[in-house]
């Protein structure tokens, strides 16, 4: 199971405590790879890009208006977090019910 987010992020340590043997990917390092992150468009749509992010409140218009993946692959913090990979299932946030699915909750 891969955890991707930022490990400066509560959300996703909270994630990373409850998810025994998970493995981190910290999106700033080492982004997402292009056919996940494809996938997790598809799966989640503009739910994928925090809308609520200091980041995203830096943006300006222009930038806003960028297809999501293209503004993802400029600002990999802006994705919501975390998104965890289990095998070919795809989860977004911490969620209560993204806990239950896990088993974590």
Not at 50 to 62: C, I, M, P, Q, V
Not at 80 to 100: A, H
Request: glycine share 10%; with cysteine; charged share 30%.
């Amino acid at each position: 199971m891969r955890v991707y987010g930022l490990k400066t992020c509560d959300t996703c340590r909270k994630a990373m405590k409850a998810l025994e043997g998970a493995e981190l990917v910290d999106v700033r390092k080492d982004p997402v790879p292009g056919g996940l992150l494809e996938k997790a468009q598809a799966q989640f749509g503009e739910a994928l890009v925090n809308r609520r992010s200091t980041t995203w409140r830096g943006l300006d218009e222009a930038e806003r208006a960028r297809p999501p993946l293209d503004l993802l692959a400029d600002h990999p913090s802006l994705m919501k977090r975390p998104l965890i990979e289990d095998g070919e299932e795809l989860y977004l946030g911490w969620t209560p019910e993204v806990q239950r699915a896990l088993g974590a909750g």
